[in-house]
């Protein structure tokens, strides 16, 4: 089979790999839609600890089950399938404390290699985190689970009601996505806050109440205007910038909880005021990425139509014109691209 491989920072290559085959509670799926995630764009960069190079890689996808192994009951050669790239042990001290996203096996027992013909996907997320894809719904569409698992999760932290005024910073893939899923809950106020332009259009089509250029306008005067001086109910950092964590804490009202969602590289620091922490009772939150709640959460959003992420994909490209996709992502004019192999 064909696979895009990431050779190392800056190099991909196009490889023939043998096609696995699907041992017991296994099942192999022939790729037809992998999106690109800031993740890959990342590991493209500069290469990222989670992503061992040289492999393969994308963890995005959806497909057709092409071979199951021994024990699979849940699944049939020609089922269109769509899954996330990791799930839980069940065993270890943090599954038996019902922290599944935290168990010690995670991100040792994931798959990777959705920008491939075919991938195969272990017993443990068969078992918990692979469904069926509806006929309605689209393979690229359905290969978003994974990231709206993520902020699934991330929203399931934070009491939040129909009457708040939600700021997300940032408006790319996941800032948007969080932007739909909160106005599936009828959120009645987001705010969007980026500083590419293509990306505020996208948002303001999707109908986020108020999009604020950060380029132009001043971000903590914007919010405090629009919030009669009090500040967000909830921030959700989408950034992974140390800066903007430590903004985020400023832009929340008294009692208001801050959801730091965009991880940032290991080893920076942040530093916040105690008195804003304790006095004003903020309450900060940093989710790390899903549990398998999470992620049926997802998938009935994506089925039942609540959440559209067809409307981030900017455009398609066959498995070979990846490093292409990567090239026009660090523009900021598009979101994300399928990769169809
Ligand atoms: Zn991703
Ligand atoms: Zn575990």
Not at 173 to 192: E, K, N
Not at 255 to 279: I, M, S
């Amino acid at each position: 089979m064909q696979a895009n491989i990431l050779v190392n920072a800056g190099r991909l290559e196009m490889r023939e790999l043998p096609l696995p085959e699907a041992g017991p509670g296994e099942v192999l799926v022939r790729v037809k839609a992998a999106l690109t995630c800031g993740t890959d764009l990342k590991a493209y960069l500069r290469g990222h600890p989670q992503i061992p190079m040289p492999g393969p890689f994308g963890h995005e996808f959806s497909g057709e089950v092409e071979g199951v192994g021994a024990g699979v009951e849940k699944f049939r050669v020609g089922d269109a399938v769509m899954s996330v790239h990791s799930a839980p042990c069940g065993k270890c001290y943090w599954c038996e404390k019902g922290q599944g996203n935290l168990c010690e096996s995670i991100m040792g027992s994931k798959v990777l290699g959705a920008y491939a013909e075919y991938v195969l996907v272990p017993a443990h997320i068969v078992s918990q985190n692979m469904f069926i894809k509806p006929g309605h719904l689209s393979y690229e569409e359905a290969a978003a689970l994974e990231p709206l698992a993520c902020v699934v999760y991330g929203l399931q932290q934070i009491p939040h009601s129909h009457q708040d005024t939600v700021l997300v910073i940032g408006a790319g893939a996941i800032g948007l996505l969080f932007l739909q899923t909160l106005q599936a809950r009828d959120v009645s106020q987001v705010i969007v806050a980026g500083r590419r332009e293509y990306r505020l259009r996208l948002a303001r089509e999707l109908g986020a109440n108020q999009v604020i250029d950060v380029r132009e306008e001043n971000l903590a005067a914007t919010v405090m205007a629009a919030t009669e001086g009090r500040g967000a109910d909830v921030v959700i950092e989408c950034t992974g910038k140390p800066e903007v964590w430590q903004q985020s804490v400023d832009l929340v009202r008294r009692g208001g909880h801050v959801l730091l969602f965009g991880g940032c590289p290991k080893g920076t620091q942040v530093c916040f005021d105690t008195a804003r922490l304790h006095y004003d009772q903020i309450t900060v939150h940093s989710p790390f990425h899903f549990d398998p709640a999470a992620v049926s959460a997802a998938y009935s959003m994506l089925t039942e139509g609540r959440v559209k992420p067809g409307r981030l994909i900017s455009g398609s490209f066959s498995l070979d014109r990846l490093e292409e996709a990567f090239s026009l992502l660090q523009s900021g004019d598009c979101v994300k691209y399928v990769i169809r192999p």
